[in-house]
């Protein structure tokens, strides 16, 4: 495609449900990042993927946080048990090695009730 | 600890005026920086990227510096126009690692 593609837009849930957000990168990219942003608030990193290496999975909040990317390509993000310091919006971004830059994903919102 | 500061958080200036716009960070050792461009419910454009070897990047009315040795980069828009109204966000590449964002400069250009 021509661009980091996210599903959904938007998304309400209510506390305490699982959500999944998707991820397409760009065709190519070996690099995959999920971002979260909160309200005025600035980008904190979640995870990484680079390749076949083991994700980089520090910036994860808490264990009700995982991600997983099949065939080096789509990525999904989950979020069990929702609560509400979980409203955000996050952001996906694909690259290729560390001399290229990262291009992002228009984000879900993500607004729990 | 990879740290990226900018300056200022929010700036409003009158159409037409040239402006700068600020980024530090705490380790030298980067690959690259990055400016993107935040619009309000939006996600980030790149707007210009600057390889750790390279001084600056110039993209129309845009002009990107980076001083690696000085942990420093400013974002020059010329002739500003209400349509560059936006939230610009600085990032670094410290290795095959995750982009370290600052927190943003919220730009108002006023007709």
């Known amino acids: 495609g021509a661009g980091v593609s996210q599903s959904p837009s938007n998304k309400v849930t209510e506390k305490g449900k699982d959500v999944e957000l998707r991820c397409d990168p760009i065709?190519?990219?070996?690099?995959l990042y999920w971002y979260r942003q909160s309200l005025g608030q600035g980008l904190e990193f979640l995870i990484y993927?680079?390749?076949?290496?083991?994700?980089?999975k520090s910036g994860l909040p808490s264990d009700r946080f995982s991600a997983e990317r099949t065939g080096g390509s789509v990525s999904t993000l989950t979020i069990q048990r929702t609560q509400q310091e979980d409203s955000a919006v996050y952001l996906c971004?694909?690259?290729?090695?560390?001399?290229?830059?990262?291009?992002f994903g228009q984000g879900t919102r993500l607004t729990v009730v | 600890k990879q740290e990226v500061t900018q300056i200022p958080a929010a700036l409003s200036v009158p159409e037409g005026e040239n402006l700068v716009l600020n980024c530090s960070f705490t380790?030298?050792?980067?690959?690259?920086l990055q400016w993107f461009r935040q619009d309000p419910g939006k996600g980030l454009t790149s707007l210009l990227l600057?390889?750790?070897?390279?001084r600056e990047q110039t993209s129309g009315r845009l002009n990107a510096s980076l001083d690696k040795s000085s942990g420093r980069s400013t974002l020059y828009i010329a002739a500003s126009q209400p349509g560059d109204s936006a939230t610009y966000l600085c990032?670094?590449?410290?290795?095959?690692?995750?982009?370290?964002f600052g927190k943003g400069t919220r730009l108002s250009v006023i007709a």
């Open positions: 380790d030298s050792a980067i690959y690259n």
């Open positions: 993927f680079q390749g076949n290496s083991a994700p980089d």
């Open positions: 990032a670094v590449r410290p290795g095959n690692t995750p982009l370290v």
């Open positions: 600057i390889q750790s070897s390279q």
């Open positions: 971004a694909s690259g290729t090695d560390r001399t290229f830059g990262a291009f």
């Open positions: 065709s190519g990219h070996t690099a």
